[in-house]
């Protein structure tokens, strides 16, 4: 796992995951999306300041004459946001958060003079354009964070999931065999998202969406029908979070 993975390339649209960058060890692993439309490109929950100038670097790299235009970050956690107000000073990108955490997130360290390139999304999402394409900020509130967002590309047919999907202690970047891999995300899901409920305003959400790939923040993506399916019913069955008080 050493080097950037494209995950489409056609009439110039590029979705690329980025090379796994060690965080020194003691870090969660993070996944870095990079996507391009013409002459705009997107960073997808760029990550924290382990990370930051590696990141910074291969994004601009894979831009070429390309500008950054947009920052999305699905939610508030530090693996996501703590190197914002760097992005946000290096380039002239907008970031994208949820209005419940543009005032948590200069805790982090953003500029005064930063505030205003970023950007509130509201609870219901919206549309987020890129170059020639409209990409959807599609609600995913408490899963894990009450204020949520995946993005779908129409284009590429890939849903960014944030932390739904994440896989943990694995060395591959692809799931080959869905049984296998449910361990690798059952505890960290049964902790972490919220509910069953919230699970399931989810799959409605998603289930009738062209997906051929599902790529979580972090661990393996899932690619075709048929592992996008088996994820997605999965979600719909799990028991988590409240579900298991006693």
């Known amino acids: 796992m050493s080097k950037n993975i494209t995950l489409y390339d056609a009439d110039g649209h590029r979705n690329v995951l980025l090379e796994d960058f060690d965080a020194g060890g003691l870090a969660v692993q993070t996944n870095q999306h990079v996507i391009v439309d013409g002459d705009e490109g997107l960073v997808l929950d760029p990550g924290g300041h382990k990370v930051y100038t590696r990141v910074l670097s ?10 950054l235009a947009h920052i999305f970050l699905s939610h508030q956690d530090p693996d996501i946001v703590a ?13 994208h958060v949820s209005s419940l955490w543009t005032r948590f997130v ?8 930063l505030l205003n390139r970023l950007l509130p999304i509201a609870d219901e999402g919206g549309v987020l354009r890129l170059g020639n394409v409209e990409l959807q900020m599609i609600p995913a509130h408490f899963l894990h964070s009450p204020g949520n967002f995946h993005l779908w590309d129409p284009t590429s047919k890939i849903l960014y999931s944030g932390d739904l999907g994440a896989s943990i202690g ?13 361990p690798a995300m059952e505890g960290f899901h049964r902790r972490y998202m919220a509910s069953r409920r919230a699970m399931q305003a989810w799959v409605r ?7 051929e790939i599902i790529a979580p923040q972090h661990g393996a993506l899932f ?9 997605i019913a999965w979600c719909d069955a799990l028991e988590c979070g409240v579900d298991l008080l006693t």
Do not use: C, K
């Open 106 to 113: 200069p805790h982090f360290g953003l500029d005064r003079l």
């Open 83 to 95: 190197a914002i107000n760097g992005w946000l000073m290096s380039t002239d990108a907008v970031g």
């Open 170 to 182: 694995i060395d591959y970047r692809e799931v080959t065999d869905f049984d296998a891999h449910v």
């Open 223 to 231: 690619r075709g029908t048929e592992h996008v399916q088996r994820f």
């Open 58 to 67: 291969s994004t601009l790299g894979l831009l070429g004459r390309a500008q």
């Open 205 to 211: 959400r998603v289930r009738d969406l062209p997906i």
